[in-house]
C-alpha cells in the first residue's frame, strides 16, 4: 500500500506526531507521501531537527496499525477528507487546531450552504424538549443541516427531530467508529446516515470515549457551523465551553431564554444578559436574523407577562420551581385550595395553554 491516504494514517497514528505537526509536515513536504521520503527528508533536514521530527518512520507496528485502520475503513466505508483538499469542511479551517484528517460515515456536507449547530445540557427537561422540537420544526428546510455531538439530552433530540422533520444531521463524535457512545443511540447514528446525514470524528478507529476528548470535539462542532444555538445550560459546563468556542472564532451564537429560577437556564440567560448571544423564541426568527429565509419575519406582538388570577399565580410560582409535579403533591402544598377547586384551577390554566396535563394527572408549565 503506498497511496497517499496509508501515508496520512501514518501521520495520524504514529506516536510522535501531535495534529498540529501532521499539516505543517504536509505543507512543508507537499504530501504526507514524501514526508517519508527518505530523498525528500535530506532536503527538509534542519526543519525536521528543529521540530525533533528528523527521526520519524514507519516500523512493523505502526504499519500493522495502519493496514488495520484502512482495512476498517474499507469494512464499515469510512471516508477521509484532508485539510488541505477541497472536499474537507471549509468552515473547519478556520476554528482551532481544525483536524489534519477528517473521518465520516454517510454523506459529504459538510460544505452545505446553511449549517446550524444545536448545543445543550445532557439533563433536559421539558421545557427543554417543547424547544428542540419548536425551533427545530419551524427551521425545517432543505438547505439546512444541524449539527450537534450525539449526547443524550439536547444533543439526541436535536438529531431526532432533524430526521422528523426532513433537515439532515451531523453527529460528532468524541470518539472512533469502534462503538457508538452513549450505545442507546445506535440505531439514531443509523438513521442519520440512511436519512442523508453523516456521523463524524478525528480520532482513530479505536479510541476511546475518555472524558477530555469531549471538550476537544467540541471545537469541531463549533467550526463547522455557521451559527450556534444554545438550548438550556447551565452556567458552566460543555455548552458554555463550546458557546466560547463559537464566540473566538467570530461565529453568531443564538439562545432561547428561560425560567430565571432554573440552574438548567443561568447559562443561556447569562449569555443574552451579558450580550454574547442573540436571544430568540422562534425558528423564524434565527432564520431571518441569519439572513437564511426569503420570508420576512412577521411582526407579531409578544405578550410579555401572563394573565392570571391569584388563584392561578400560586399553582403557576408552586409549578415554576420544579419541571413537573402531580396533582396530589400539588395539593399538599397548596393546603388553601380544596381538590375540587385546585382540580378547577388547573383545567382553567390547560385550557389557556399556560399548563400540560400528562398521563397519571402530572401537570407541567408550557408558557413561561
Known amino acids: 500500500m503506498t497511496d497517499e491516504l496509508y501515508y496520512r494514517l501514518a501521520l495520524l497514528l504514529h506516536p510522535k506526531i501531535t495534529n498540529f505537526n501532521a499539516k505543517r509536515l504536509v505543507r512543508l513536504f507537499g504530501s504526507a507521501t514524501l514526508v517519508f521520503d527518505s530523498e525528500k527528508k535530506k532536503e527538509f533536514r534542519k526543519e525536521l531537527i528543529k521540530w525533533n521530527l528528523n527521526a520519524i518512520s514507519i516500523d512493523k507496528e505502526l504499519d500493522y496499525q495502519i493496514q488495520t485502520e484502512r482495512d476498517l475503513m474499507d469494512k464499515e466505508q469510512i471516508q477521509a477528507l484532508f485539510f488541505d483538499q477541497s472536499d474537507y469542511p471549509t468552515r473547519l479551517l478556520t476554528s482551532a487546531n481544525y483536524p489534519a484528517i477528517f473521518f465520516y460515515k454517510g454523506e459529504n456536507i459538510f460544505n452545505k450552504p446553511h449549517i446550524l449547530s444545536i448545543i445543550g445540557t445532557r439533563n433536559i427537561t421539558n421545557y427543554g424538549i417543547d424547544v428542540v422540537k419548536k425551533m427545530i420544526s419551524e427551521m425545517a428546510h432543505e438547505g439546512l443541516v444541524i449539527v450537534s455531538g450525539l449526547a443524550s439530552g439536547v444533543d439526541t433530540l436535536a438529531h431526532e427531530e432533524a430526521i422528523r422533520n426532513g433537515v439532515k444531521t451531523v453527529a460528532v463524535m468524541g470518539h472512533g467508529f469502534s462503538l457508538i457512545y452513549p ?171 399556560i399548563v400540560e396535563c400528562k398521563p397519571g394527572k402530572i401537570y407541567r408549565l408550557i408558557r413561561r
Open 183 to 353: 450505545s442507546q443511540n445506535y440505531k439514531l447514528a443509523k438513521n442519520m446516515i440512511d436519512s442523508g446525514g453523516a456521523i463524524a470524528t478525528e480520532y482513530a478507529y479505536h479510541t476511546t470515549p475518555i472524558p477530555q476528548n469531549f471538550p476537544t470535539r467540541n471545537r469541531i462542532i463549533a467550526g463547522l457551523s455557521d451559527a450556534s444555538l444554545v438550548i438550556e445550560s447551565k452556567i458552566k459546563g460543555g455548552s458554555m465551553i463550546t458557546a466560547s468556542m463559537v464566540l473566538n472564532i467570530k461565529r453568531d451564537l443564538f439562545t432561547v431564554p428561560g425560567s430565571i429560577y432554573s440552574p438548567n437556564h443561568e447559562g443561556c440567560n447569562n449569555l443574552i444578559v451579558e450580550g454574547l448571544a442573540q436571544g430568540v423564541t422562534s425558528g423564524g426568527e434565527l432564520l431571518a436574523k441569519m439572513g437564511w429565509t426569503d420570508q420576512p419575519l412577521k411582526e407579531v406582538q409578544t405578550k410579555l407577562f401572563l394573565e392570571l388570577s391569584e388563584e392561578e399565580e400560586e399553582v403557576y410560582q408552586l409549578l415554576l420551581e420544579v419541571d413537573q409535579m402531580g396533582i396530589d403533591e400539588i395539593n399538599s402544598k397548596l393546603t388553601q385550595f380544596t381538590p375540587s377547586r385546585l382540580a378547577s384551577i388547573l383545567l382553567h390554566m390547560e385550557f389557556d395553554g
